[in-house]
């Protein structure tokens, strides 16, 4: 129902900046929420952040708050995160995923109903 494809991973310098783009396809795809997921290497996958259908409601997990925004342009079915002073840390895959229901707080990852396969972000010290 729902086909994700991330885009705009790379290679950066700490304190340098990277927008990822998620291309999503669908009939209904306008309705869902997306989120953003990350998974460094020997680590758990782990939330990003999250926009609701309309672009109304944002979630960011602590580590990213202030550094990252998420945006959605329904026109055009993308979801972007655009990363900002980017650190070490944040290297990782990093995942979109959407998902049916639209509370964003209460959503887990196994909310999320439809995954794409990932791009990589490597932040360099």
């Known amino acids: 129902q729902v086909q994700l494809v991330e885009s705009g991973g790379g290679l950066v310098q700490a304190g340098g900046s990277l927008r990822l783009a998620c291309a999503a396809s669908g009939r209904t795809v306008s309705s869902y929420t997306v989120g953003w997921f990350r998974q460094a290497p020997w680590k758990e996958r782990a939330f990003v952040a999250a926009i609701n259908w309309s672009g109304r409601s944002t979630l960011y997990a602590d580590s990213v708050k202030a550094r990252f925004t998420i945006s959605r342009d329904n026109a055009k079915n993308m979801v972007y995160l655009q990363m900002n002073s980017l650190k070490p840390e944040d290297t990782a895959v990093y995942y979109c995923?959407?998902?049916?229901?639209?509370?964003?707080?209460?959503?887990?990852?196994?909310?999320?109903?439809?995954w794409g396969q990932g791009t990589q972000v490597t932040v360099s010290s």
């Open positions: 995923a959407a998902s049916p229901f639209s509370d964003l707080r209460s959503l887990s990852m196994n909310g999320y109903d439809y």
